[in-house]
């Protein structure tokens, strides 16, 4: 298992378009959240999973947005209607209570709004 | 809602010399883990260490080390003997470990850290 994998890594959409977002967390991790992070700053949570479970979502995640983790593998985050706002990068991240529940990064999803 | 404060957006360090980030936090737990990641150019954030605050001991891991002091809510990282590797973002993060809590990061602005040779 070579960790956490995100899918595109990079993604240019123009204004109003929607776009989806892939993690693969590390296998059987059970825990798996996804962070945003513009430049300079530090990533924001945006929302957990636990299994398929959604557990909590920040006030970040707007109606245009919306995770789904079916079956308790993999997750995508979907944009609807994108706006130029939404460029940031898009980081997936899992853990395991088995594994300390430390919590490993995937390497990103870079997102431009043209 | 916690949070965390990096008050030195630059450092720089010669190689081979030691150089301090620092970090404080402010939350109303009793208990909870405070971490240190390192992001390089490449963005993936890999995280160097990690502090749980029920452990008086400070934490190391090779020529990385932390200096938590609960009380005064502050988790400094000392890393010796740069080398040029060690160029990156640094970001302190806190994590809420309660019950019923999500459990997810809190980071910092970050800590752009330059090595001179």
């Known amino acids: 298992d070579t960790g956490v994998s995100q899918n595109p890594r990079h993604k240019i959409t123009k204004r109003g378009q929607n776009v989806t977002f892939r993690c693969d967390p590390i296998s059987e991790h059970n825990r798996l959240y996804w962070y945003r992070q513009t430049l300079g700053q530090g990533p924001e949570f945006l929302t957990y999973?636990?299994?398929?479970?959604?557990?909590?979502k920040s006030r970040l995640l707007s109606d245009r947005f919306s995770a789904e983790r079916p079956k308790g593998s993999f997750s995508t985050l979907e944009i609807q209607r994108t706006e130029q706002g939404d460029s940031a990068m898009y980081l997936c991240?899992?853990?395991?209570?088995?594994?300390?529940?430390?919590?490993?990064f995937g390497e990103g999803s870079w997102l431009t709004v043209v | 809602a916690q949070t965390v404060t990096q008050s030195q957006p630059e450092m720089s360090v010669q190689e081979a010399e030691t150089v301090t980030l620092s970090c404080t936090y402010d939350t109303s737990e009793s208990d909870y883990y405070l971490f240190w990641y390192k992001q390089p150019p490449s963005r993936q954030m890999i995280l160097v260490i990690r502090?749980?605050?029920?452990?008086?001991q400070n934490a190391t891991e090779n020529r990385f080390s932390v200096n938590f002091q609960k009380a005064a809510k502050s988790f400094s990282l000392k890393i010796s003997d740069s080398q040029l590797g060690d160029a990156a973002m640094y970001f302190c993060a806190y994590r809420d470990i309660s019950s019923g809590s999500a459990r997810q990061l809190t980071f910092g602005s970050g800590t752009q850290l330059t090595v001179l040779p």
């Open positions: 502090q749980e605050a029920y452990k008086q």
């Open positions: 991240a899992s853990s395991s209570w088995t594994d300390r529940d430390t919590i490993y």
């Open positions: 999973f636990q299994n398929e479970a959604q557990l909590e």
